[in-house]
């Protein structure tokens, strides 16, 4: 590859201005070379080097992400600490997912990079933990003295994190049907954000507090039982190749998911009882990620039939954060309807440039900042959490595997999954009523 189709291919989908796109051209460079030859990374350190003596850099910081395939971790890993490590210098490890394939997998990967990197040099990079709506989870719970109140078993019914694509895996099939979507998302991003609305309230702000409330809540949770979860695979409808049809795809038999609804049971005072049911899937009937808090019915209510209060924070598309509560029906009436108390950003930020979650993480790293990235004690229990049903998909040829058509909603059993842990979709396609009133109040009495 050449510098210029190097460039191509790194800024072929930058959202930026032609002045913008030239500046960041004019300070990248390429070198190429092999994983596992010292004479490439000598060759490397050397070209490093000579930029940062053209730069004019009194000290020698260097940051290293490692966005390749789990196979060549370690032998990148040995090369740039044997070869391009800066001695006088800070070093920062950024390592994208996936960190391994199971518990031992992650654990054997963590052993190796640990020999090489200290902890405080490695960031575990999950890039839904730089999104601004996961950011603002914690800002929500412990500024707001109302969710504070609330935001336990006594009040809460269920929880739900869900995440959706209106695309399959066309054209990566077979690096998909290695891992699936539980190990593709739900381990990692889904997991992180139940961590986020589920711990407890930190000492402080400080990186090591926020992790190891983290890691206490994802201790309480056991392992996930087969009867606590609903698989699925998308197959051809509307115009659109079934999973199976995926030209890349070597196994024609695969019965890896590409759809998932999982519950999770956190054993403590707070959440006893509460199920977190975390659904992911690809082909789905559109692109949503969002954090569904259902509150328990008013207990002796005066209004019968009046849904549940929800609490709702989309993710992506067009973040926002809504309260679903019951109202009066404006006019004569005296009936109860549904509305929401509405902050959506692009009508309330309308002048602000939320950046992407890959540009606040970056500027974490450089300001050493671990909040938003994994610990290694937090990823070893968050695999154990899944992986022994894993192993149980892996492994076994008869687990129930519900096919769902390309651009569905899921399986058809998925309504009646989350029924079964207390969820309430009897308003969940609530609209705005209109009624004029001019009518009623002209009429003689």
Known sequence: MTHEDYLDRVTQYIKASDDELTQFKAITS???????????????????????????????????????????????????????????????????????????????????????????????????????????????RFSNIFFSQIWDRKYIDNVQITFKEPFGTEGRGGYFDDFGIIRDVMQNHLLQVLSLIAMERPISTESEAIRDEKVKVLKCIPPIVLNDALLGQYVGANGKPGYLEDDTLKNKQ?????????TLWIQNERWEGVPFILKAGKALDSAKVEIRIQFRNVAGSLYKGAPRNELVMRVQPREAVYIKFNNKQPGLSYGTIQSDLDLSYHDRFT??????AYESLILDVLRNDHSNFVRDDELETAW??????????????????????????????????????????????????????????????
Request: glycine fraction near 6%; aromatic fraction near 12%; charged fraction near 25%.
């Open 384 to 445: 154990k959490i899944f992986t022994p049903l894993l192993h149980q998909i892996d492994q076994r040829k008869d687990l129930p595997l519900s096919s769902y058509p390309y651009g569905s909603r899921g399986p058809a059993e998925l309504d009646a999954f989350v029924r079964k842990y207390g969820y309430d979709r009897s308003n969940a396609n609530y609209s705005w009523p209109v009624q004029s009133v001019s009518h009623a109040n002209s009429t003689k009495l």
């Open 351 to 356: 002048d602000m440039a939320i950046p992407d």
């Open 254 to 262: 695969s019965r890896t998911p590409t759809f998932a609804a999982l």
């Open 30 to 140: 390429y070198h190429s070379g092999k994983y596992d030859d010292d004479a490439s990374w000598q060759s490397l350190n050397q070209y490093i080097a000579e930029n940062e003596s053209k730069r004019g850099c009194p000290v020698k910081h260097r940051v290293y992400y490692m966005a390749l395939p789990p196979s060549v971790f370690i032998p990148v890993a040995k090369g740039l600490k044997k070869n391009v490590y800066a001695a006088d210098g800070l070093n920062r490890l950024i390592v994208e997912k996936p960190f391994g394939m199971d518990t031992d997998s992650s654990n054997e990967l963590a052993h190796e990079i640990g020999a090489l990197f200290s902890e405080d040099e490695i960031y575990r990079i999950d890039h839904y933990l730089g999104k601004e709506m996961v950011k603002n989870v914690m800002t929500m």
